[in-house]
């Protein structure tokens, strides 16, 4: 059973930055696609970030050049690393992983998710 568990969030103040994990277990396959998705009160799932089996990633444009998408070597945790934090920014920030998709779009229906972690930035 494929298990995600967000950790990182907080709350911070625009221009500050936080670094959000996401430690999976239960994967058996060795090919994925690891992605960061997150939801703002009132507004629809947004793609965040994603990183594919072979490295390569890919951002929305709002985050583009403020957040980076990585994971460990074993491939066993996802991270976000969000700098120039702005109250835009404010949502819960799921972590998403499938075998065979790896797409940005919201209606993207990745296999697992986690529970979620909070952030919250004020201005």
């Not at 009160?41 to 709002?62: F, L, Q, W």
Request: aromatic residues 10%; negative net charge.
């Amino acid at each position: 059973q494929v298990q995600l568990e967000e950790s990182g969030g907080g709350s911070v103040q625009a221009g500050g930055s936080l670094r959000l994990s996401c430690a999976a277990s239960g994967l058996y396959y060795s090919a994925f696609c690891m992605a960061w998705f997150r939801r703002a009160p009132g507004k629809e799932r947004e793609g965040v970030a994603a990183i594919d089996s072979d490295g390569s990633t890919r951002y929305a444009d709002s985050v583009k050049g403020r957040f980076t998408i990585s994971q460990d070597n074993a491939k066993n945790t996802l991270y976000l690393q969000m700098n120039s934090l702005k109250p835009e920014d404010t949502a819960m920030y799921y972590c998403a992983v499938d075998r065979w998709v790896c797409s940005l779009d919201p209606e993207t229906d990745f296999r697992h998710w986690g529970q979620g972690t909070q952030v919250t930035v004020s201005s």
